[in-house]
């Protein structure tokens, strides 16, 4: 078994269930009713709380593509609004309320056995992880398990999916890539053309992701002139072959430093969770656009 390929596999399974906390009215709403109005303070505050009442410094090094004076812009503020704690209950609250919407389950109606089930089987393979040196996924590894299944889902998809970002970070600072660059690096393979790129799905391009990682025009075009001054991009601000080529290193050393979890899963535990897992997916899918900035790509069959 190719467990990089299947840590891939997998996170294009289990990322469209931890994204809810992004993309759906009820996550936005339990974060509101937290005091969290606004999408990014109820984004920085949730995605950061595990962590405590951290200073902007290390939000910035953990989540490392923001801007720094984009995540300034809510941290430390969101703490004089929500307290960790409250930020948690909140992100948890939306979560499970939008995957059971999604999956069309009705005030009071049993949670199915195949959910069940894969909820159990995801949070197994999470109690494997190590959190040494993941930043996100440490503290995240830290909280309660929950009880309920569709909590307990969600939860084992954010552990999982943290640990993944953690590794993705890893390999982008071995590639002595900032933040800024890497975001631009990831435009610029897109830019170069549908068969240079096929190592990753379509992303956001330059326009949709420069205002929501708080970057100004000056620091992406400086971006891209590192990178110009490396081979790796081009003229025209498309990848180069060499440029390409990072990129795919950078995903393939991701999806190792994620296949962990799975080593001792088996090829058919595995398949047996990924067929659990994908119509939950699939369901949780129609609440992200595609593509998306996170870049997990759609179910087969599904349009944005």
Same mark, same amino acid.
């Given at each position: 078994?190719?467990?990089?390929?299947?840590?891939?596999?997998?996170?294009?399974?289990?990322?469209?269930?931890?994204?809810?906390?992004?993309?759906?009215?009820?996550?936005?709403?339990?974060?509101?009713?937290?005091?969290?109005?606004?999408?990014?303070?109820?984004?920085?505050?949730?995605?950061?709380?595990?962590?405590?009442?951290?200073?902007?410094?290390?939000?910035?090094?953990?989540?490392?593509?923001?801007?720094?004076?984009?995540?300034?812009?809510?941290?430390?503020?969101?703490?004089?609004?929500?307290?960790?704690?409250?930020?948690?209950?909140?992100?948890?609250?939306?979560?499970?309320?939008? /995957?059971?919407?999604? $999956?069309?389950? @009705?005030?009071?109606?049993?949670?199915? *056995? &195949? =959910?069940?089930? %894969?909820? #159990?089987?995801?949070?197994?393979?999470?109690?494997?992880?190590?959190?040494?040196?993941?930043?996100?996924?440490?503290?995240?590894?830290?909280?309660?398990?929950?009880?309920?299944?569709?909590?307990?889902?969600?939860?084992?998809?954010?552990?999982?999916?943290?640990?993944?970002?953690?590794?993705?970070?890893?390999?982008? /600072?071995?590639?002595? $890539?900032?933040? @800024?660059?890497?975001?631009?690096?990831? *435009? &610029? =393979?897109?830019? %170069?053309? #549908?068969?240079?790129?096929?190592?990753?799905?379509?992303?956001?391009?330059?326009?949709?992701?420069?205002?929501?990682?708080?970057?100004?025009?000056?620091?992406?075009?400086?971006?891209?002139?590192?990178?110009?001054?490396?081979?790796?991009?081009?003229?025209?601000?498309?990848?180069?072959?060499?440029?390409?080529?990072?990129?795919?290193?950078?995903?393939?050393?991701?999806?190792?430093?994620?296949?962990?979890?799975?080593?001792?899963?088996?090829?058919?535990?595995?398949?047996?969770?990924?067929?659990?897992?994908?119509?939950?997916?699939?369901?949780?899918?129609?609440?992200?656009?595609?593509?998306?900035?996170?870049?997990?790509?759609?179910?087969?069959?599904?349009?944005?």
């Amino acid at each position: 078994m190719d467990n990089a390929a299947t840590a891939r596999q997998l996170w294009t399974l289990f990322e469209p269930v931890h994204v809810v906390s992004y993309f759906t009215a009820e996550a936005r709403a339990a974060f509101e009713q937290a005091g969290l109005r606004g999408f990014w303070r109820g984004y920085f505050a949730g995605r950061a709380a595990p962590m405590g009442q951290v200073d902007a410094p290390a939000v910035v090094a953990a989540f490392f593509v923001f801007a720094p004076t984009m995540v300034s812009r809510a941290i430390p503020g969101v703490w004089e609004l929500a307290t960790p704690a409250q930020a948690l209950a909140a992100r948890q609250a939306g979560a499970v309320a939008a /995957v059971r919407r999604l $999956l069309e389950l @009705a005030p009071g109606d049993q949670v199915p *056995a &195949a =959910v069940a089930a %894969a909820s #159990d089987e995801l949070a197994a393979a999470a109690s494997s992880l190590d959190g040494a040196g993941h930043p996100l996924a440490a503290p995240n590894l830290a909280l309660p398990i929950p009880d309920e299944p569709i909590a307990r889902l969600w939860h084992a998809a954010t552990l999982l999916r943290e640990h993944r970002g953690d590794g993705h970070v890893a390999t982008l /600072v071995a590639a002595d $890539l900032d933040g @800024a660059e890497a975001l631009a690096l990831r *435009a &610029a =393979v897109d830019r %170069a053309g #549908d068969d240079t790129h096929s190592h990753v799905a379509a992303g956001w391009n330059r326009e949709q992701m420069q205002p929501v990682r708080g970057w100004t025009d000056a620091q992406w075009d400086a971006a891209d002139e590192r990178l110009t001054a490396r081979g790796l991009l081009n003229g025209e601000r498309a990848a180069t072959p060499a440029g390409v080529a990072l990129h795919r290193e950078i995903e393939h050393a991701t999806d190792q430093a994620a296949a962990r979890p799975w080593t001792s899963f088996g090829r058919e535990r595995v398949s047996a969770l990924a067929q659990l897992l994908r119509p939950i997916a699939g369901a949780c899918a129609t609440a992200m656009p595609f593509p998306n900035p996170v870049g997990v790509p759609a179910p087969a069959g599904l349009t944005s």
